[in-house]
């Protein structure tokens, strides 16, 4: 099947072939001539399938068309045709809207949208950047806009951007989109959008709740779904290796160094981890940077371009970076710490294996962490193969003395509560 069968132009497939596209995937297959006819669609694909081209393409096309229609529509039009003019008018307005929960995957976004374009004004804004600069490309006006809620509420507020004459929203990554920390924000924006536009739902992950709130704002979606739901790709392997907490860092380095790990990304469930961690593997004579939610614009994005440059062999992040990073043949993905979500895990090991590469999705999981890996089983309903390193065995000691210590711990916080309500009635005696 090719892509000016699925209702793309001669143009577009031209830029297509010279990008190196040579057929369109299960999804870009399924959802392009869906989106162009118009329709509300829930689309479900593994990480790594080219979601961003299935709702990307068709968007640009629909918008190339109607800017050429509206061409003709103003060189034929009356000054006082008021109908005419507003369908001019429509074409110059904000055509689509296109939402993703972190910075990583706006950027990526508007990045693989540019390489698609056909003359087509692209915005994209997002938190930690310079607000005036974005106003600027705003002002000047843009068909496209790509943003977190936050950053786009801010344009919002003070007219930057408006969104009445917006046809197509998207959400990107839609199951985090419509968890309940964007919840309100997501409800701020579409309460300042034509009630008529056109919606579509991408994501790798769809929980039965995140389904539910889904039906709730689409008005009869056509749904796709590639793959099982919640599946990982088949061209990644995945291991678990069991080992005590205080040992993770010990063997992680030695995994980078003993195999000859040239890139490898780590993932940590805290800020303050993914610090401590690069600055010990920089003492380990491995090249280390991390990215978080603290760090600036600037130092993230470094950190990336250092990354796929091969300057540094380790990038540890925390989730901010498991949606949005697309690397071109990232052979490794490490948990350093198993995601409280197993959906992140999905998202995660995602990082590599894409576009049909194979690669390999370690797991360094402590005894503390057997529910995690438990419910990420569930998930998946599959069990993922462990493997005990010879020298990095784990042992129960540790976790004995730790639930000793939390026990202690839960006593001491007792034994002060109590010594605070004596206190407390001494007083009002």
Known sequence: MSFQSLGLSSSLCQTLHELGFQSPTDIQQQAIPQIIQGKNVLASAQ???GKTAAFGLPIIQKIVDLQAQAMQTTEAMNNDDLALKETALKATAVQALILTPTRELAQQVFDNLLSYNQGLKIVVVYGGTSMSVQTKALKLGADIVVATPGRLLDHLFVGNVHLKQTHTLVLDEADRMMDMGFMPDLQRILRRMNSEKQTLFFSATFTKRIREVAYKLLESPVEIQIASQNSTAETVEQMVY????SRKRELLAYLIGSRNWQQVLVFTKTKQTSDV??????????KAASINGDKSQGARQKALDDFKAGKI???IATDVAARGLDIQQLPHVVNYELPFKAEDYIHRIGRTGRAGETGQAISLMCPQEQYLLEAIEALLDQRLPQQWLEGYEPTFEEEEVS???RSRSSEKRKLKAKLNIHKNRGKRR
């Open 313 to 315: 062999r380790a990038l």
């Open 242 to 245: 069991p080992v005590n907490k």
């Open 47 to 49: 990480t790594g399938t």
């Open 277 to 286: 961690l690069a600055k010990e593997l920089a003492l380990d004579g491995i």
């Open 403 to 405: 639930t000793k210590r």
